[in-house]
């Protein structure tokens, strides 16, 4: 099994900044990929930023240019740094986790809230 701790969420206003971060703790094996994904209420889950083991970093559209998205290999950890925030931007992020296999793990969220 593998856990995935998370955190750095919280209330911040609109033009702010916030950083999350997760660590990786278990069985892991080889990994190929480690990244973000949100959700707002009443949508679907959609991609904040991935960073493959081989490939170029991938991020989404909505975010694109205000976020950045660093990964520590050594330490199993991925963090998401979080400029210039939206209140479109509100949402539960979900640390994730891909390995060989096809296995997948997702952290329990944290949430995100912009509002004046």
């Known amino acids: 099994q593998v856990q995935l701790v998370e955190s750095g969420g919280g209330l911040v206003q609109p033009g702010g900044s916030l950083r999350l971060s997760c660590a990786a703790s278990?069985?892991?094996?080889?990994?190929?990929?480690m990244g973000w994904y949100r959700q707002a209420p009443g949508k679907q889950r959609e991609l904040v930023a991935i960073?493959?083991?081989?490939?170029?970093?991938r991020y989404g559209n909505p975010v694109k240019g205000r976020v950045a998205i660093s990964r520590d290999k050594q330490k199993n950890t991925v963090d998401l740094q979080m400029n210039n925030l939206k209140p479109e931007d509100t949402a539960v992020y979900y640390c994730?986790?891909?390995?060989?296999?096809?296995?997948?793990?997702w952290g329990q969220g944290t949430q995100v809230t912009v509002s004046s």
């Open positions: 278990g069985s892991i094996t080889s990994i190929y990929g």
């Open positions: 994730y986790i891909s390995l060989a296999g096809l296995k997948e793990y």
């Open positions: 960073v493959p083991s081989g490939g170029s970093t």
